[in-house]
Each structure stands twice: as structure tokens, then as C-alpha cells.
């Protein structure tokens, strides 16, 4: 079929993936298992004395390809999704570009972001598993507020530990997640025991998420009936993102339009890895190429300047170690925009594919990332998160290359979210103070530095 | 046809209507005309000093029952539309009730609301006449924000006063409008005469929407290139909002739905006029019947407890005269939470169906639509405006009712837009401060007393 192709492409809620994509199963080179701190490989029950029992096993299957969706699952899925994959016409138009641009919006759901693919998916195995509810922590608060909707549903306590100076600058994030019922406990807190040493020691401290993360683990394997859960980095948050590229892939087939280049931004990897997953398997296959790039701040840029080592998820380093490309656990990166992509790591499995040279990555200024995120609102409509906004600087990059070229190439990139709880970044930015924080070389020494380099 | 009902059913692009549809052609009592301070009826010359000229013929026809929507227009509509028409599977299942619930939702765009529809339309026709720019009111935002995005698509300027009180307290409405371009002005200003004299007279003063609609009338009427442009109460805007309702009878004949009861909130008019067009002219023409409940809020009830009758649209009296249903143009309602709601009168052509009693109205209490908005959210995902949450609350009454009758009523309302703006307020409602304020007898007395009451 070669219709005329719409502005958006909608599936139908048949086809939304019954299944999602393990990608991992089609790699040669397995990304590196998680281990302690001795370097032993992390159990299965060591893992879930902190996650969910099926999410641990989604954690650790490296074998299957297809891991079926339940339908509890499903049928949210069928309250937001499918997600429209869009053609760009009047940012083409714009740029006078012979490019087709085509992107995933996974913004249409009051999260405001793709988080709810896995929220609601890890939201669902514990209540399978007849817990309570889950902890966890939120930085800029999309994921926070994703988890949030996912507990209200399924009626699980949900409680967050978010960063005090998110906290305090973004009262309406916080909002919305009580609103949908959470407690919302800025870290660090008088809760914890991580978060009271951490308080003595540094009073007055704004918080990080390494300390958020380090009182949410400590709240779930104390409180009876818990588990911790995480929005990005882990393998089965990957996994669960596979809709992303699922849909994709189903609607590109529908219209017959064969991508040449895959745009994602990458924090700690959950956008990236689901809407690459089913390409990327393609690649290792050998069935087909794609030019898959990664676009990270210039502030935080684990892929293009990172060490690819083992390292803690955490600044307190209580959570296991994960190979991966990393700016060290105790980096604290400069105070850009863009909360979702300030994380030191990389998921393992994306870690694994840069290091295979099946993706590559490149690193952009916020100024720039602004600048392009207004120029595309300004015509396509939609106001995007400054997260999603890198990939939208380097799909206009790609396409203006194009223009100058004449190739009509096919890109693809994915608008994670919207921008709507980020108008002060964009105040800044309108008004002209918006400031740059590439990384220096002194800084990434000293992190590197500071590594524990433990080969397993 | 009779499938399975999805969640959510979205049309196909080519579905999106090619004509708006005019109720007032259908209407033996045709809405009464506009006229000036002496009673007579305004000409189109008139209205052509403040208004764009294809605009001033889509607001004197009332004949003409399908009029063309321009390929310009339904390009853009392409981008954010069709609007899903969506069923509440897990609000029925919450409930309870027999009933089966439809909501056509229009907060899928950056505007979050349905104001877009007319936006579009509006814009589009003063860059057909050349105009160098539009002028405009906001209260809450809404209007301000779709017309922003819809000047920066045709390159047009845009002044947005905004009232001063919301300008201060929702600064990221403002920076939203100001990332498409607009120009944002607290009102009242020193940019007017206006708003100096108002200034004069009261300094220090909050402003209002009576005296923002003042400062942009004034600044259209004097800027060369430049018209004024409203984004509810006029009966071009009930014409663009036609979308819809004709959107919303083309899925539900799609799936062999018999509609019941359609409900939508009411301030200006804007989005229940659209709403319902389709389904009163079917009652009009003695086609079928429906129950079509407007809702309006306790503190600014117009239908329920305002008078019929000649009254100007702006504080400052200086727009023509509109025979509707009014507290009174010099009504200040409340400080309530649903800005859009918060208008003293009603479109015309609405008024006159409520006169002719083709549809009956109700007003609810903030407190009971924030209840039942969380309620909403908490099952559905999506976080209403509270605008749109009047609709919700009694929606869910209706649901309610069939649960008791055991009537399995269909059950149609419109979700106008989303609440992400409006956080201040469900902050409010979730620390439980949030107050009630019915509109007080005396109140209503002291504004029927100052009204011109003029018959034509």
C-alpha cells in the first residue's frame, strides 16, 4: 500500500503490540549483567528484594524475543495509545528541506511523556504480585507524575521522593502527581536514613537524584508490601518502550516508507531504546541499515565523553553496579533544562549497541535545542519538552544537510513529550538569558577518576 | 456497522468536516441581531471597522446552513485533528452504571482546549484580507494561547491584552503565547487610552476582561492593518467550533450510536454551540431528540439566573449590543477557578435556543467539579480542565441516575480542553481550601437593574 501519506498516521487499537520487543535476544554481544559491589553477578532473588518478581525476570531475559503484553496492560495502553506517528509537512515546508520528516509523539497523555509505557506496565506486575505500592524518585517530574497515573488506576500507594529544587521550582508537577493521589516527599527528607545523614552533612543541600534514588530503594525494602521501581537505565524499562518503535515500524510498513535516519534524545535510554528496538534488531539481523543517532546535552554527555565501564545507578551507590557508558556516579551535571537527560549512565543494552558501533551519538548546546524546539513549535503546532527538543535540533540539522545535498531522505525521530511544565526554561530562553554548560575536561577527568572500574 | 466500540474512535483525515454547519439557518426563531447604543442594527460596514470582512459575513448569515472551511484552515486542522471521540469504559465501570459514556475530547494541542478551531479559522481570513496583525483579550489563557499559535502559522502579529490578575498568576500561560510571538500586555495598560483612564480611576486594579476587551477593540480600531478577534459569545465562533459536533455525529453514525443526552460546559457559548449544532438541528428539524444540558458554574449563571435580553458584550460599552442571556455587562463574578466560564452573557444564537427551550441548563458548584474532575482523572488519565469538569460533574450525575433507573442511557459530553495550566486551582482543591461561591440574589437584582434593556 502507497497512499498518500497523512499529517498523522493513527493505528488502530488492534494494532497496538500484543507483544513487546526484547531486543537483547537478537544481540550477539548480551549487554553486561548487573552485579554487587564484589563483583558477583546479581541474583534473581537479590533483585527482588528491591524490584518486582516478574520485572526481575523481564530484567534479566536476554533470550526471548517477544514477551507477551497483558491485557491489563493492553487496555490502558488502549486509553493513550496507539501514538500517532506524524509527517512534519510545514516543518519541511520551512526548512525547504527534499527530506520527508516524520516523528513519534508519545505526548498525548497528561503525563506528558512516553514514561507511561512503562509505569503502567510496572505498576501492573506489582499489583499482580499483591503489593502495596511502589516507591520511587523523580527529578523534573515526568516520570514521577507517569507512575503517579499508573498507581490511581491500578489503586497502589505511590510514593515519590523528588528532588528538592524540582520540588520547589515545579509546584504544579508535584500537583499533578497528588492529584492522582501520591505522596510527594521532597529529597533529600527527614524519612530516611540516607536522606537524614545526607541532610547533617550537607544542610541546606537542594538534592540530587542520586540521593532520591538512594531514599526511595531504602523506603521499599523497609516498608512491608513494597518494591522500588525506576523509569529508565534498567533492560525492562527498554523492553516496555519497544511499543514505541513497534507502532512505528507498523505504520511506516502501512504507508511502504523505508526510514533512512532514527533521531533520539538519550538520557538514561527508555525513549531511544523502544524506538529504535525493532530497527536495530533489523540491523543485527542484516536486514536492513539505518543510521541511528543518539543526540545528548552537551552538559551531560555519557555517551560521546563517557567511560564505558561498571559504575553505580546511584550517587549513594546502595543499587548494583551496570556496565555502561558513564560520567562517573557521583558527576552532578551543570543546571540545563532538560531534567529527564541529566542522568550520569546509560542503559547497558544502549551501551552495548554504541559500543558495536550500531548507533552513534552526538552531543547539542541548549541554546540550540531552543532554538530549534521554537522553530518547530512555531509551525508543527506541538510545544515540545526540552528533552525531545534535541532530537528535534539534530533532525533539522539532518534535514537542512539534506537540502544542500538533494537527497530526499527519510527521518525519524521521536518527540517524547511536551513542554507545557517547562515555560520557565522557556521564559529564559525567550528572554535572553538562556546560558550554556558544555562539559570540561577537568570535569570529566575527575569523575573518571573516581570510577570503580570493576571488570566482571 | 456495528463493531466493537473502541476506546477511543478517531476519524481518518479525510473524515475532518469540508464545511462548517451553520445552525442558525435551521432556527425558525433566527438568534436576534447586534445593534448600536440607538437601537439600530449594526451593518456590515459597521462591523467591518472592527472585524475582518469574510468573518463579518459568517456572523450576519443566517441562511446559509454549510459553509466551506478553506483548504488553509483544514491543513492546520490536519495537524491536530480529528479530535477522538472516546469512550469511558473505566469511568462506566467506576460508576457502575448501565449507562455507556462519550467524550469528544479536545485537549490534544498545544492550546489544550478547543479555542484553536476558531483560532485557525480566524487568523486564516485576516491574512486572506492582508492584514498586518489581530488583536485580542485573554482571561484565563486559552484564547490568548490558540490564537498565538495560530498568528505564528500564518506569520501574523499578535496582541494579546491579558488580564492583569492572570497574567501575574499564570505566568506560563503568558510565556507560551510569548513563544509563538505574541505580544502579551497586562491589562489594564498604558498602552490605551482605555486602560489609562481605568488606571486613573482605579490604580492599583486587578483588571478585567470587560476592560481587556476595551484595550484590544481600541488598539484594533487605531492600528492601521490590524482587527479585533474574539474567541466566544459571537456567532462566527459557534460556525468555526461546528467541527465538533459534526465530527462527533460522523463517529457515532459510524458505530450505529443513538446518543441520549449531550452535555457541555458553558461561559461564552463557544464550545457547547459547537458541540451541539449538529444535534439541535436535527431536533429542529423534528429529525430526532436529545436532552442537551448546558452547565454553567454557580457564580456566573447566566442561562439559569440572568435575564434575557439586550446588553453589551464588554464593561466599557463600547462593542455592540447582543440580545442574550446576561448578568449584566457590569457583572464581576466570584473569583472562581474556571476562567473560560467567567463571561456575563451568552452567544445569541444559544440564547435563543434556550428561550425556545430546545436546550436546558443547570449550574454546579466548584467544589463538586473538582470532586468529580479527580475522579475523572484518576480512572480516565486525562486531567480536565475545570472549565471542562462542569461537563464531567454532571455527566457522571446523569450516569448516576441511569445506575438507579437501570437505564442504559448514551451519554455524550464534551471534553473542552486539559487542566495543565490550571494546577494553582486543583492544588487548592487538594489542600482543601477551596471554596464555593453561589451567585447571591441581590447580586443578580443589582445587575438587571443596570442593564439597558433594549428591545429591538
Chains 1, 2 share one sequence.
Not at 4 to 26: C, F, G, M, T, V
Not at 49 to 57: A, R
Not at 263 to 282: H, Q, T, V, Y
Not at 292 to 301: K, N, Q, T, Y
Request: aromatic share 10%; net charge negative; hydrophobic share 35%.
Amino acid at each position: 500500500m502507497n497512499n498518500e501519506i497523512p499529517y498523522k498516521i493513527y493505528l488502530s487499537e488492534q494494532e497496538i503490540p500484543k507483544q513487546w520487543y526484547n531486543l537483547r535476544a537478537d544481540m550477539k554481544n548480551k549487554p553486561a549483567p548487573l552485579i554487587n559491589e564484589d563483583g558477583s553477578i546479581c541474583s534473581k532473588e537479590e533483585l527482588s528484594k528491591v524490584f518486582c518478581d516478574d520485572l526481575v525476570e523481564q530484567e534479566l531475559n536476554d533470550t526471548d524475543a517477544f514477551i507477551d503484553i497483558p491485557d491489563g496492560i493492553r487496555d490502558f495502553y488502549k486509553m493513550y495509545r496507539p501514538a500517532p506517528l506524524i509527517r512534519a509537512y510545514c516543518l519541511e515546508k520551512k526548512l525547504q528541506t527534499p527530506a520527508h520528516i516524520y516523528y513519534k509523539f508519545e505526548g498525548n497523555n497528561t503525563s506528558g511523556s512516553h514514561k507511561l509505557n512503562s509505569a503502567i506496565a510496572q505498576a501492573y506486575y506489582a499489583k499482580k504480585q499483591g503489593l502495596k505500592g511502589v516507591t520511587t524518585e523523580t527529578g523534573a517530574g515526568q516520570w514521577g507524575t507517569a507512575l503517579s497515573m499508573a498507581c490511581s488506576y491500578y489503586d497502589l500507594a505511590c510514593k515519590v521522593y523528588m528532588v528538592k529544587v524540582s520540588y520547589e521550582q515545579k509546584p504544579y508537577r508535584r500537583e499533578v502527581m497528588r492529584t492522582y493521589g501520591a505522596s510527594v516527599t521532597p529529597s533529600p527528607s527527614e524519612t530516611t536514613k540516607t536522606g537524614r545523614e545526607i541532610l547533617k552533612k550537607f544542610p541546606g543541600t537542594n538534592g540530587s537524584l542520586g540521593c532520591a534514588v538512594s531514599e526511595a530503594v531504602e523506603v521499599a525494602s523497609e516498608l512491608d508490601g513494597y518494591r522500588y521501581v525506576l523509569g529508565s537505565v534498567l533492560n525492562q524499562v527498554a523492553l516496555h518502550q519497544s511499543v514505541i518503535g513497534l507502532e512505528t515500524q507498523t505504520a511506516l510498513k502501512k504507508y511502504g516508507i523505508k526510514i533512512d535516519t532514527i533521531i533520539g534524545c538519550a538520557g538514561g535510554g527508555s525513549n531511544l531504546a523502544g524506538l529504535i528496538a525493532p530497527f536495530a534488531g533489523e540491523i543485527l539481523r542484516g536486514e536492513n541499515n539505518y543510521d541511528i543517532i543518539a543526540v545528548e546535552p552537551s552538559s551531560c554527555p555519557s555517551f560521546t565523553r563517557g567511560t564505558y565501564a561498571y559504575d553505580y545507578c546511584d550517587t549513594g551507590r546502595i543499587t548494583p553496579l551496570a556496565k555502561m557508558y558513564t560520567l562517573g556516579s557521583d558527576f552532578i551535571p551543570a543546571p540545563g533544562h532538560s531534567g529527564g537527560l541529566r542522568f550520569h549512565g546509560m542503559n547497558p543494552m544502549l551501551s552495548q549497541l554504541y559500543h558495536d558501533k550500531i548507533i552513534r551519538a552526538v552531543s547539542v548546546n541548549q541554546t540550540d535545542v531552543f532554538k530549534s524546539a521554537v522553530e518547530f513549535a512555531r509551525v508543527e503546532g506541538i510545544l515540545p519538552a526540552p528533552e525531545s527538543s534535541h532530537a528535534i535540533d539534530i533532525a533539522i540539522k539532518e534535514a537542512l544537510k539534506c537540502k544542500e545535498t538533494g537527497e530526499a531522505k527519510n527521518i525519524l525521530f521521536g518527540l517524547t513529550g511536551t513542554g507545557y511544565f517547562d515555560m520557565a526554561a522557556y521564559q529564559n530562553y525567550n528572554d535572553g538569558t538562556l546560558k550554556d554548560f558544555p562539559l570540561e575536561d577537568k570535569e570529566i577527568n575527575k569523575s573518571v577518576d573516581k570510577l570503580p572500574i570493576i571488570e566482571a
